[in-house]
Nanobody, 117 residues
């Protein structure tokens, strides 16, 4: 069983910071590509950031310079450090894993991030 469990969401004021964490189990974590996606009401789910097994990162233009994705292979976690948060960052954030040998995608349950004053 593959499980991805997000934590760290909540309500934050514009300009504030928040860090999301995703704990993975049932996966050979060190060879998986990990990522964060988000979905706002009325919009499609979109890529936020990804990080490969080799540590190569990719970010959506809207979050470059504000968000940082990182991974800890020993702890089987992937984090998303968010700063200078804007109301447009409000969304449900999802952790995603890609298992290369199985070529399969797995999703967390999602966690709410609300940026509002």
């Amino acid at each position: 069983q593959v499980q991805l469990v997000e934590s760290g969401g909540g309500l934050v004021q514009p300009g504030g910071s928040l860090t999301l964490s995703c704990a993975a189990s049932g996966i050979i974590f060190n060879i998986a590509t990990m990522g964060w996606f988000r979905q706002a009401p009325g919009k499609q789910r979109e890529l936020v950031a990804t990080i490969t097994s080799g540590g190569i990162t990719n970010y959506a233009d809207s979050v470059k310079g504000r968000f940082t994705i990182s991974r800890d292979n020993a702890k089987k976690t992937v984090n998303l450090q968010m700063s200078d948060l804007k109301p447009d960052d409000t969304a449900v954030y999802y952790c995603r894993a890609w298992r290369p040998f199985a070529n399969s995608l797995h999703w967390g349950q999602g966690i709410q991030v609300t940026v509002s004053s």
